[in-house]
Nanobody, 118 residues
Framework: QVQLVESGGGLVQSGGSLNLSCVAS????????MGWYRQVRGNERDVVAT???????FYGDAVKGRFTISRDNAKDTVFLQMNSLRPEDAAVYYC????????????WGQGTQVTVSS
């Protein structure tokens, strides 16, 4: 069964930290680019950070210097360490697994809520 399961969301005060995790099952995790996206109701889903199979990382401008994405291929898990959280970081955070070859495949988790109080 193909599945992405996020955890680690919750309520945190402004300036605090959270560490999100996403465990994948049913896929060859190491060949996928993994990513975190976030969405506020009524808005588009925006990229937060991605990490390729070769550990090349990309960060959205809003989170550079505050968030860190990493992966553990032995545990089929991707992490998002979020520091210096701001109220505008509040959103539902989604885990994504993307593959281009041999065919395009895009997988999403169910999302985890992050709330930041000011």
């Amino acid at each position: 069964q193909v599945q992405l399961v996020e955890s680690g969301g919750g309520l945190v005060q402004s300036g605090g930290s959270l560490n999100l995790s996403c465990v994948a099952s049913g896929i060859s995790f190491s060949v996928y680019t993994m990513g975190w996206y976030r969405q506020v109701r009524g808005n588009e889903r925006d990229v937060v950070a991605t990490i390729s199979k070769n550990n090349t990382t990309f960060y959205g401008d809003a989170v550079k210097g505050r968030f860190t994405i990493s992966r553990d291929n032995a545990k089929d898990t991707v992490f998002l360490q979020m520091n210096s959280l701001r109220p505008e970081d509040a959103a539902v955070y989604y885990c994504n697994a993307r593959r281009i070859r041999p065919s395009r495949r895009d997988l999403w988790g169910q999302g985890t809520q992050v709330t930041v109080s000011s």
